[in-house]
């Protein structure tokens, strides 16, 4: 159980044009889920909160309106990278909380994005 | 947020056991302790948490100091797939998970 499947692995894209990652939790419902990115050889950078039915929170220094997060249902989250730009280019990582009170998480495989 | 402090970097023998510790001195008393880990180019893995007792399950087991000011993620038998960045993070229930930089594992064979 608790399997989170994020889609696409991995994407190409030229400079401009907008990207779309998805991230569900197969058998559970998550109110909460959250998105990172990480650059080599670092740590994952918190991106967002997203909550199911409301806005998402963006952590300080991250543009909302160029990282579009929904959370339209409990078990779908999706990440929009708008006009992207080569420094754009990261490995987007979701992950999402059982509900039920429940405090770890669980993450998907992760979407290499590169933007040429 | 807590601060925790964890070894850049260790190594161990395959087919022995490994002790991965962490200090959280700051900890809040409500905080769980959560531990994760990161195989190379793949999403991050839960492991295992807890919030005072000791806690076991398949992959691992947690122990954690009476003070709770610290925390040791104990692997039984290391093998070559359990090479990877281990974080160790405090977490408040309800609350957002924040990576630190982990310790990389090194598994020898």
Redesign the interface.
């Known amino acids: 159980g608790a399997v989170v499947s994020q889609h696409p692995s991995w994407v190409i894209c030229k400079s401009g044009t907008s990207v779309k990652i998805e991230c569900r939790s197969l058998d559970f419902q998550a109110t909460t889920m959250f998105w990172y990115r990480q650059f080599p050889k670092q740590s994952l950078m918190l991106m967002a909160t997203s909550n199911e039915g409301s806005k998402a929170t963006y952590e300080q220094g991250v543009e909302k309106d160029k990282f579009l997060i929904n959370h339209a249902s409990l078990t779908l989250s999706t990440l929009t990278v708008t006009s992207a730009h080569p420094e754009d280019s990261s490995f987007y990582i979701c992950s999402a909380r059982p509900d039920r009170g429940r405090t770890e998480a669980f993450f998907g495989q992760g979407t290499r994005l590169t933007v040429v | 947020d807590a601060k925790t402090t964890q070894p850049n970097s260790m190594e161990s023998n395959e087919e022995e056991p490994v002790h991965l510790p962490c200090n959280h001195s700051t900890i809040s008393g409500t905080d769980?302790i959560?531990w994760?880990r990161?195989l190379p180019?793949?999403?991050?893995?839960?492991v295992i948490?807890g919030l005072t007792s000791n806690v076991n399950n398949r992959m691992a087991s947690l122990a954690i100091a009476e003070d709770r000011k610290s925390s040791t993620l104990i692997l039984h038998r290391a093998t070559l797939r359990d090479a990877a960045v281990y974080?160790c993070i405090p977490?408040?229930?309800?609350?957002?998970?924040?990576?630190?930089?982990?310790t990389r594992l090194h598994i020898l064979p």
């Open positions: 769980y959560h994760y990161q180019s793949q999403g991050p893995e839960y948490h974080y977490v408040a229930r309800g609350d957002k998970i924040i990576f630190g930089k982990g």
